[in-house]
């Protein structure tokens, strides 16, 4: 049972590429999150699925898109990578049930 | 922004002693729940206390709920090394949790 699962761990850009975040989860949750972390700020929420075929906006959407590929899958998107959007990303799923969280190791990008 | 708002910022101690934390919020929740993170890892749940209860336990932890004041605390008791990391409230609503910053704590040996 790997929990929750990301890809890649580390990832360098230069400004203007595009990247794709993957996640996935093999706990058959419904809901499933991503978060971005930054030195003094603790985590503010991207976006989040609450359920499969549902995503909304989370506190700083702007630059990012998300995919709810499946129940299983989250995907996150920088079409235009900033050096702003260096972060250490992390996704998280939860039950429906259940408000606690599971989070992934987390990737880390830089934005050169 | 319904963050909570952790205090201290950083926390030091000797291993065998007490560690408290607080955290305070100012919007209505549905729960406040607290997690750990070791340096470099993702979060790990430690404990979740709802807005009718005003006191949970796990091992040795303690959780308390002030809803009036809007302020929840954190004790560790008899702390260990592996103890050391940092811990976040987070408050719950509408099927978001919303991070704090944070307290780092260090336990010495």
Redesign the interface.
Known sequence: NAG?TQTPKFQVLKTGQSMTLQCAQDMNHN?M?W?RQDP??????IY?S?SEGTTDK??VPNGYNVSRLNKREFSLRLESAAPSQTSVY?C?SRRVSN????????TQLSVL | ?Q?GEEDPQALSIQEGENATMNCSYKTSI??L?W?RQNS??????LI?IRSNEREKHSGRLRVTLDTSKKSSSLLITASRAADTASY?C?L?ND????????TTVTVRA
């Open positions: 929750v809901s999150y978060y003094g700020m603790g985590l503010r929420l989040y609450a989370g506190e992390f998280a408000e606690k969280l599971f989070f992934g190791s987390g | 922004s963050q549905n729960n729940q997690y470099g890892r993702g979060l790990v749940h979740l976040f987070a719950y099927y978001k949790l919303s991070f704090g910053a944070g």
